[in-house]
Every structure is written in structure tokens, then in C-alpha cells.
């Protein structure tokens, strides 16, 4: 496996703790099936603290049927985009080459940051990469490489990121994301029978997930089940982030989620193979409502940078573009001039907004890229977490966080070390899981990718960074799994005062998982 320095460089605070499933005693379980199916449900932005048998009964009796990952863990940035890649992939951002929502691909668009998921963003980037837009092989690649079929219904871009080859390896493969199709031959059944795809921006957010899951059901599965299917509801990210966790919309939206997860195990008993079938039901990130907003491009242009979010033509040696992601900023210095880097890094630190902050260089009072996992060919000079708390919002829902300009307060989003946006939500149940039980040893969505080959029997294309989630499977002896946290920190003296921030990781075996981190400028008194 791949690793870098994370452990190497703190000073480790070691707790080790001995991690058992839940008190519910696992009967005898039945042969795993020879020819299973694997499905994976995908729910927006679900936070584990949402699950309860009043707000979504369907997945709560799910999960009574198998295994609750109580200590599930997003990768950082914890945004949809770079944690779709990483189930799609089971690497870390800095093997998969995604590290942002919205990033700076200056062979794409010189002058702003771009949406790394869209059609046109990724078919240029292959082209300009060799075919290499993604740094690793796809879960969907792997099992249609072993000759078996699959299917993706996505009610956001990200759909596209795990088959961008639809229709290439074999051609009933189908990739249905965000109102497209491939491969194109498929395009005219999908509208014919789902109908015309709502534009999410438009707030159409159930609308949308109403076509994924028509077009997964009635189109796609309409035969057969696949060996491997994905469907990627929006819900409830899209109703959270204009209304915040907790709010009666968000609430609405989590049993619509509910409703479709449940139409998904019906059409699995009317094809007489829901005792063949894993499922999985995972969500990208947590949620965390906007306590300010901030306008870095302001704030840094106020203060005497040349600092914008988009440039009126050719950047300039010393400029900086910012990539704003919700509860992150991305900063891309134009010339590496590192003057201006430690400048920014500076005033960062002394900022009343900055949670942790990570560097190239490895600036003092940072955390190196490759602490957080990424670090890759094409990365920014510095990398920003907004700072967060605990402190609850309207609807009485914990986490709170200082976020780009691109929302306001009252409203939500994610992207953060906060520990609300960091943890997820992930059940599995079917043959081959264990039944009703639950662990609380560290998990993440790396993990997805490697576990679901294994259920397959198919061998990985190369190494991955996530782990086969073996205390959970039957029928497998194990040992017992002991999990480390480590805590590293950095600080920074300046005459007004000293700026602190620290990072708490988690690691079973050779994989790493992000827990948490925050930061914050105190003053001389």
C-alpha cells in the first residue's frame, strides 16, 4: 500500500481500543450466494445523527437486518464530488486525482475554477491526461473487466465519474447521471420511460431523484439486475443546503429518500433476488449549518492581495485564484511565488475564520497536503477548513461553521474538518454481511470499493487505500481488529498572539481515516 508521513510526523497520542460488533449475537449464516448482486444507495449528505424509526422507517429496519457502521468516516475534502470518487475508487484524493468540487485546471479553464464532474470538464481532462483524468481504475471498470454487467443511475454529475466509459467494456452497460445518458444508444429508452430530467439548481431535487430511480427500476433493470448497480439520490443535501439539518423541509426530504429506498428493495423481490443481494447504503457526507459567510475574495483584495475567484484573462506571476468548495478554499498561487504564500499563509492564521490549514510547502504552523491525503501533480498552494462548533442551530441540530461566499448564514453546507461534516452514514445488509449488529470500529468510504470486489471475488486492478470491511462479512474468521487515533498539532507565534490548530486521525491496519480537526488565533491578552 501507498502511504505517506501523517504518522511519522506527529507526535502520536496512542489510544488503542479493542473493538467488538454489536451485543446482538449473529446466528448461523447460509452460504453466500455464488452469483450476487451488489447495490449501492447513495443518500446525499445523510447524517448518522438523522436515523431514527420516525424519520426514515425503511432504512432503520434495514439496518435491524445488518451491520450499522456507527464510526463511518467522509475523505477530506468532505464534499460530494471528491467522496463519490473515492467510493467510485477506494483511493484517497491524491490517487484519484480529485481533491475538490470545484478546482483549477489551467489546461481546462486558465482563468477560473471549473466543476470537475461535468461532461465537458472530464472528457478534456482525459484528453489532456492520456485517458488519466481519474489517477485510478473504477469499481465499475473492475466488475465489468471480470465480465459482469452494471448499472449507474445518478441524480447528480457525479453518476458519471464512476463509468465514464459506459458503454466501451460492454455495451449494456449503462451510465445514467444528471438528466445524461451513455453510452448514447441508451439515451432515447431512458426518456422515453423516466422521462425529461429537472434541472437540480432548479431546486427540482425530488423530481430529480424521481427520474434516477425511474430510470434504474423501469429501464435498467427492466431485464435483469446487474451484478453491481449505483443510485445516487440528491436528497437530502439539496433540501438541506437552502433550509439547514433539522429544518421540516430536510426532514420531508430525508423520507422521500425513505420512499425510494423503498421502492429500490420492492423491485429487488420482484426479480426474486433480494436473498442475492448486498445492499449498501452510504451517504458522501455529513452536514453543518452556516454560522457567517465569508468573502475571502474581498477580504484578501482588502488586505492587498491580488486574489480573485475568477481572472479577466491571463493570470499573473503573484496572483491568487481561489476555489471556493463550501466549507473549504482551495488557493492557487500563480507562479509558486512563495513571498506571496507565506503572506497569505500569515494572514490566514491570524484570521478570526480559519479551522486548519494545510500547505505545499509545509509552512510553519501548517499540516503538510499529504497529512489529509491530498497531495497530487496538480496540487494548490494552500488548502483551508473553515473553523466550526458545536453550538446548535434553529432546529436544535448540532455543528455550525464559518463557509465560503457562496451561501448564507442559516443556510448549510459541508466541506470541513468538523467532525459533522466529517462522519457519514453507511449500512450494509445481505447474504454476505452478519445480521443486526453494529461497529464502532472506524470505517470509510474507501472502504466500499475494496469490500464490494471482495464480495465479488474479482482482484483489484492495483493497490487501494481502503480495506476489505471484514468484521462485518459472514461466514469469515477474522481477528480482532485494534484500532489507533493519533492527534498531531501546529502552532505559530506572532506579536498580537499565537495561532494553534490540531488534527485527530484514526487507523486500522494500514488504512487511514480522517476524525476531525479546528484551529483558532488567540490573542495576547
Known sequence: MRRKGFWIQAKLQILVVIICLGATGASAAAPPPTSPHV????????????????????????????????????????????????????????????????????????????????????????????????????????????????????????????????GWQRSDCVNAFEGHVLPATAAETVAKIAGPFSELKQRHFARSDEWAVRTLIDVLWKDEIPAFSLLWLSEPDGSQHFTAPGSPAALAAIKGSDAN???????????????????????????????????????????????????????????????????????????????VTQRLVDFLEQSDFAGVIFTRDKLEGTFPLEAAKIDNQRMPDVVMSFRWQETKNQFGVAGMIDADWNRKPGEATHATLSRFDVHNIL???????????????????????????????????????????????????????????????ASKRFPSGIWQQSFQGSRVGQTFYIDQGNGKFVPKD
Open 261 to 339: 429506498l423503498e421502492r429500490v428493495l420492492a423491485a429487488l423481490d420482484r426479480h426474486h433476488v433480494r436473498d442475492r443481494t448486498d445492499v449498501f447504503v452510504v451517504s458522501d457526507h455529513g452536514f453543518s449549518t452556516i454560522a457567517r459567510s465569508i468573502d475571502l475574495r474581498k477580504i484578501l483584495r482588502d488586505a492587498g492581495f491580488d486574489a480573485a475567484s475568477e481572472f479577466a484573462g491571463e493570470p499573473r506571476p503573484g496572483q491568487i485564484l481561489l476555489a471556493g468548495n463550501g466549507g473549504s478554499v482551495l488557493f492557487y498561487v500563480i507562479g509558486r511565488d512563495p513571498t
Open 39 to 166: 447495490v449501492v444507495v447513495v443518500w446525499d449528505g445523510m447524517r448518522p445523527d438523522m436515523i431514527n424509526e420516525r424519520n426514515c422507517p425503511v432504512l432503520w429496519r434495514l439496518a435491524q437486518q445488518g451491520v450499522v457502521f456507527r464510526n463511518h468516516h467522509s475523505v477530506y475534502p468532505t464534499a460530494t464530488v471528491v467522496n463519490g470518487t473515492a467510493i467510485a475508487t477506494g483511493s484517497y484524493p491524491a490517487h484519484s486525482g480529485i481533491i475538490a468540487n470545484h478546482d483549477y485546471y489551467p489546461g481546462i479553464d486558465v482563468a477560473r475554477a471549473v466543476d470537475v464532474e461535468t461532461l465537458a470538464v472530464v472528457r478534456k481532462g482525459d484528453q489532456l491526461s492520456g485517458g488519466n483524468y481519474l489517477g485510478q481504475a473504477t469499481l465499475a471498470e473492475m466488475i465489468q473487466g471480470a465480465g459482469k454487467k452494471t448499472a449507474v443511475s445518478a441524480a447528480k454529475g457525479i453518476g458519471l465519474l464512476f463509468d465514464r466509459h459506459a
Open 427 to 489: 449500512i450494509a445488509a445481505g447474504p454476505h454481511f452478519r445480521r443486526g449488529q453494529a461497529t464502532d470500529l472506524p470505517s470509510g468510504n474507501v472502504d466500499l470499493a475494496p469490500t464490494i470486489l471482495h464480495i465479488f471475488g474479482i482482484s483489484p486492478a492495483g493497490p487501494f487505500d481502503g480495506r476489505v470491511l471484514s468484521e462485518a462479512l459472514a461466514n469469515e474468521q477474522t481477528a480482532q481488529l485494534q484500532p489507533e487515533t493519533g492527534m498531531m498539532s
